[in-house]
């Protein structure tokens, strides 16, 4: 069965820091990938996403992330944080089926940013 | 449209009222699904819904709730004689279309609260 690990519920750092956000997955097939991020009150926007080939993938918002089939991994990174970064990050795992494609999400990853 | 709609955006009722959520696709997706989104939590699974296909129904929590879509334009998700525990954001997703892309796009959400 598929699923998805976030283990960090929430993580604070500071403005123009570093940021990676843990994803770990379960799927017995290649994996579609994917970062959405939510803002208070929205809906989910798509980040980025993997479905083959390049295993380092680059999103909107200067985010990137990269899978690692041997670790089972898709962290997203992001080399200096900005305050309006600070939102609910979930990653999610695709199991296309019948030409649709059923998301696994995460728990999510809240994320602070204090300046 | 330009992106996935969804009415109401706040939905207030008692409980044991019937509620009916309306979610419009992107034109030409193809797939539909539904999520619920409780408090401080990750996305759950309800329902999609494939071109013609039978939709897949496995994360319906209860009978009390059910989903309808007409061709591949709106759904309606609907939930009769609402619990409290029902009170959650409902989000809506689709995909698909001409290029067959996997990703899914999201409305804004229905928030709902059962008194």
């Known amino acids: 069965a598929q699923s998805v690990t976030q283990p960090d519920i929430h993580i604070t750092v500071s403005e123009g820091a570093s940021l990676e956000l843990r994803c770990n997955y379960s799927?017995?097939?290649?994996?579609?990938l994917f970062w959405y991020v939510q803002s208070p009150g929205q809906g989910l926007q798509l980040l980025l996403k993997?479905?083959?080939?390049?295993?380092l993938v680059q999103g909107i918002k200067g985010f990137e992330a990269e899978f690692k089939r041997s670790q089972s991994s898709f962290n997203l990174r992001k080399p200096s944080v900005h305050w309006s970064d600070a939102a609910e990050y979930f990653c999610?795992?695709?199991?296309?089926?019948?030409?649709?494609?059923?998301?696994?999400f995460g728990t999510g990853t809240r994320l602070t940013v204090i300046p | 449209g330009a992106g996935v709609s969804q009415s109401p955006s706040n939905k207030v009722t008692e409980k044991g009222k019937d509620v009916e959520l309306r979610c419009d696709p992107i034109?030409?997706?193809?797939?539909l699904y539904w999520y619920r989104q409780r408090l401080g939590q990750g996305l759950e699974f309800l329902i999609y819904?494939?071109?013609?296909?039978?939709?897949?129904k496995s994360g319906l929590p209860s009978d009390r709730f059910s989903a309808e879509r007409t061709g591949e334009s709106v759904s309606t998700l609907t939930i009769q004689r609402t619990q409290q525990e029902d009170s959650a954001v409902y989000l809506c997703?689709?995909?698909?279309?001409?290029?067959?892309?996997?990703?899914?796009?999201f409305g804004p959400g229905t928030r709902l609260t059962v008194l």
């Open positions: 999610a795992v695709g199991a296309p089926r019948g030409g649709a494609n059923n998301l696994f």
């Open positions: 799927y017995g097939a290649t994996p579609y």
């Open positions: 034109s030409g997706h193809t797939a």
């Open positions: 819904f494939q071109g013609n296909s039978a939709p897949d």
């Open positions: 997703a689709s995909s698909g279309g001409a290029s067959g892309g996997y990703t899914q796009y």
């Open positions: 993997y479905f083959s080939g390049d295993t």
